[in-house]
């Protein structure tokens, strides 16, 4: 196999994987959010500071637009070779330190320059949405069973106070999605803002008690450095207390914003994630294990490449184990109209997201009710504005899952 003209060949089957070195597009994504200092010191100008979400937010979706979604998946009988291949976790790897460099430079900044507060405004924007990059960085990272992986995932998510999310996310939002019961799965007629109230609080909530649970089964103390809450919890106290103390008050109004834009810009992802999807019960009582199409996903090339393939999340949800390298693309699943910049921006309208999603929804479940997982307050509104027939509440009080890990769906 060439560097440059990377083959992954078996006895069957040749396999060129053209989006190789597309994926070092990801260590672009920091770097331009930790260059407001950048364009501050090259122009004079506060409004140059905003150049970086511009094109998070304005060229992405733009791009993404543009030239399309990639449909193409590699062959099953390379996929060992590609997920052995250390090129793509050391792509991954390299994105810590970038992540690092930024959260850190944008501070330093902030801290020993006499700056407006429009500019401080501007870099917490900056560098919130760079925690929300490190989080997703944390979600590929944090699935991986090796402690380098699992160590860096704790890292990134310190950087941005929420080193409870691996635990919440593979522990409960796994087992739980597209289910009543999980407050990372948003709810048809539920708006963004309803849900972050629920999943915020909810999610560290939910990965105190998996953690103290674990713990406790392993007859170790809950307040210790067992428990990897508290492990990332310290990490994210002594740099937030070294930052304090290195460039004074400023920065517990700038931390503390920061930390919730990074947090609110995952909730924008999981609110987009699985709008309104519901798993099935089946006659034992059981939730069906989570399939593709319990998931919302997108192929849109740029942001997937920006997200280290964050967007096929259908293939995500129902094989975890897969890196993101190998995730595939279904036919037949729920299809978001844009990458999840774009549909950020649509969520934070709640009137116009309800107008773009809920028609997608309907034609996915074939407007049957009883494949909708429903805002509560909303669903006798909701049936009667959609004329769903079998309006009735579903009985929905069971909360029993299976217990094992989602089976391999086929190619």
């Not at 919130?128 to 991986?144: D, F, Q, R, S, Y």
């Not at 009710?369 to 669903?379: E, G, L, T, V, W």
Request: with cysteine; proline share 6%.
């Amino acid at each position: 196999m060439s560097f440059l003209n990377p083959v992954f060949s078996t006895e069957n089957v040749s396999y060129r994987d053209g989006k190789r070195y597309a994926w070092l597009m990801s260590l672009l994504l920091p770097a331009v959010l930790g260059s407001a200092p950048l364009f501050y010191l090259w122009t004079g100008s506060v409004a140059a500071m905003w150049i970086p979400v511009l094109l998070v937010y304005g060229l992405i979706p733009l791009l993404d637009r543009v030239i399309g979604e990639d449909l193409s998946n590699p062959p099953e009988e390379v996929v060992p070779l590609l997920e052995a291949d250390g090129f793509y976790r050391w792509a991954a790897y390299a994105l810590v330190p970038v992540l690092w460099v930024a959260f850190l430079g944008n501070a330093y900044f902030v801290g020993t320059q006499d700056l407006p507060w429009s500019a401080v405004l501007a870099i917490v924007v900056n560098t919130g949405i760079l925690c929300g990059v490190a989080i997703n960085l944390g979600h590929e990272l944090g699935h991986k069973k090796s402690k380098l992986e699992r160590h860096l995932a704790t890292s990134v998510l310190a950087m941005g106070a929420y080193g409870h999310f691996a635990i919440d996310h593979n522990r409960g939002h796994h087992r739980y999605v597209a289910t009543p019961d999980d407050c990372a799965s948003s709810r048809m007629g539920e708006n963004l803002y309803g849900f972050a109230l629920r999943e915020l609080p909810g999610a560290f909530l939910r990965a105190w008690r998996l953690e103290a649970g674990r713990l406790e089964r392993h007859e170790q103390r809950v307040w210790s450095l067992h428990n990897e809450i508290v492990r990332a919890g310290l990490v994210t106290v002594a740099v937030s207390v070294g930052l304090v103390v290195a460039f004074g008050p400023i920065m517990i109004p700038y931390l503390a914003a920061t930390y919730f834009i990074g947090a609110f810009h995952l909730t924008m992802a999981n609110y987009v994630e699985h709008y309104g999807l519901l798993r099935q019960k089946r006659s034992n009582g059981h939730y069906e294990r989570c399939q593709p199409h319990h998931s919302w996903n997108s192929n849109h090339i740029v942001s997937n490449w920006a997200l280290f393939h964050l967007q096929r999340h259908s293939d995500h949800h129902a094989n975890p184990g897969r890196r993101y390298q190998s995730l595939r693309h279904f036919d037949g699943l729920p299809t978001l109209p844009s990458g999840y910049f774009g549909m950020f921006l649509v969520a934070l309208v709640p009137p116009l997201w309800f107008r773009v999603m809920d028609p997608l929804l309907l034609e996915h479940v074939g407007r049957d009710p009883a494949r909708i997982n429903f805002y509560p307050k909303q669903r006798e509104e909701l049936c009667a504005r959609y004329w769903l027939a079998g309006n009735e509440a579903a009985d929905l009080s069971s909360s029993s899952y299976d217990d094992g890990r989602p089976a391999e769906q086929a190619a």
